[in-house]
């Protein structure tokens, strides 16, 4: 389909856009001469480049995947931002999820003002928005104090030396420097910083909003009918690298500490391996905003509307044939109708969206919107992609989380996992599902049943998770293991002398008894040995008063005693992605298919609306909620709940692969409805035909121009 200009509607196929006469010399070196190449003229040369779709489909791509690399590279430093902010994960899924609030309250105008503006500088400005954002998220480092991993060593002390050891009683006004800390410009400058944050995740959403729809749009309209096809696959090609990169570069710049740029003198004693690390959250952001930020810039010399590309891809012409014929017909069928059959079909809202007012618009939606979600079939298709869309928001927002405190590994490391196996497994299960659709010209029966195993054994790889872990090591105060060997209890009183300040938090780890202590002062130790060795320096503390035996107790905590089941549980989580993935293109087949011709650009709209509203919103959210419940040890800042510092693995466990299940199972009784009301529609075609036809379950899923409205079910 042709581009609207103004308000006329549709624009006849074979006739040409009406240009500017500041681009006709530029168009006519490209047009006039042989094969389409530009004039030899030197001024016509340099314009010509942003006339060309392929140039444009270049440029879009590298777009998208600078936005999809800004926007997920939160999610691969949340659990670092929830520790340098002391952040609850309920909160930290809320500032995940913040961005669609922006992008759900005006996506829906999309359709609207599709054909009124100009479509390339809009996703420009779109892009320096989302470049402004990811600047506006790395700002609360620039502005916060510089982190200070122990609370209680005061600004002239070396961090980490003497402040957690067992002081005799005379330092009790030790922890005065903490609560002198909690003043009212600490607590402004911690609320100033976390607004910027949900400040900047609200812009990254509208800024994202023309991105998509614009561009998908753009290369539709002026690209060749068979070609528009392998210029879109290669755009999602492109876009779906996005995540990878975001992760990639999470794993890269959490290597570096927070402070990389005023680091204290001395150093500091902290490895990635600490539990009190923080890497450079921060610096991902300034790396993908100016990524954001050199991809706009050709967006502001492309024309508003180019010519429509006359020549097919020769190399694609035989594979593209089939696939593009139904569209090509479609569009030609629709081409030929008169003004007046033309306006009676096409009533949908993409249709006369620009012969409307915003009020009318407004208006007019409603009425729209629920003649699209009679349809159950596609009602039904997005039911179950709510649910898998809300299981992806859950894993790409909190797994990083999962895995470091389930198999005690690195947010580096972590992040390194998912960006090497999850994200690639799921782009072959896309890759999959579209090949299968294809090659085996599925019917909606065969693509429901394609949905339905997916699923089902995508949730059967699910159930092995629930045992893939190890229940929390015993910390001495706050968790005890029955049957292990007793840790404070074994002494009572024994850190009585040594007044441990509440709020210090500088774990050490008893490797004979596998018991954590919060601090050395809770374990009793009045000593610090530092042991040189070749590649790095291993902290000891000594005369622990609460230890059995007095021996020695390392820095840092306890390794999980699953550390080598990581390995595998992300290989089945990526399994389980490559099954959920097959099943993308299928359903979205349903979807396109199912609703009438004049309905499918706001059936695709809603389908996006809902999907934002009803999982990559709420999700975050109640998977940071559910894993909030699983803490028992909560740090506290300035007498308000702060980061947890402990988790029941346990039950985070339980509880986060379960939210997993509930929605794979949600998304599979879906699959199994859409299976029954096709098989039901096919028994009542079957009695109205009287004469069998081979391409029965086709000819229900495309709406023919004699049908009614209402019969349009699929």
Known sequence: MGPRIGKSGQRPVGEEPQMPDKDTKAMMGTEDTPGGKPSPDPQDLRPSVFHNIKFFVLCHSLLQLAQLMISGYLKSSISTVEKRFGLSSQTSGLLAAFNEVGNTTLIVFVSYFGSRVHRPRLIGYGAALVALAGLLMALPHFISEPYRFDSTSAVDMPQDSEASLCLPTTSAPAPAPSNGSCSSYMEAQHLAAVGLMFTAQTLLGVGGVPIQPFGISYIDDFAHNSN?????????????VGPGLAYGLGSLMLRLYVDIDRMPEGGISLTSKDPRWVGAWWLGFLISAGAVALAAIPYFFFPREMPKEKH????RRRVLAVSASPVSKGEDSSSEQSPGESLE????LAQIAPDLTVTQFIKVFPKVLLRTLRHPIFLLVVLSQVCMSSMVAGLATFLPKFLERQFSVT????????GCISIPLAIVGIVLGGVLVKRLHMGPMRCGILCLLGMLFCLLLNLPLFFMGCSTHQIAGIIHQPGAQPGLELFPGCMEPCSCPSDNFNPVCDPSTRVEYLTPCHAGCISRVVQEGLDKSQVFYTNCSCVAGGSPVLAGSCNSACSHLVLPFMVLVGLGATLACVTHTPSFMLILRGVKKEDKTLAVGIQFMLLRVLAW?????IHGSAIDTTCVHW???????AVCRYYDNDLLRNRFIGLQLFFKTGSLACFALILAVLRQQDKEERTKVTIPSPGLQEQLLVSGPEKKPEESRV
Do not use: W
């Not at 097919?312 to 190399?315: A, D, N, P, Q, W």
């Not at 919103?617 to 959210?621: A, E, G, L, R, T």
């Open 345 to 348: 079909k096409n009533d949908g």
């Open 635 to 641: 740090a506290q800042s300035c007498g308000r709940r």
């Open 617 to 621: 919103m709420p999700s975050p959210v």
């Open 228 to 240: 528009s096809p392998l210029y879109l696959g290669i755009l999602f090609a492109m876009t779906m």
């Open 312 to 315: 097919e891809l020769h190399f």
């Open 411 to 418: 947010a580096s490391f972590a992040n390194l996992l998912i």
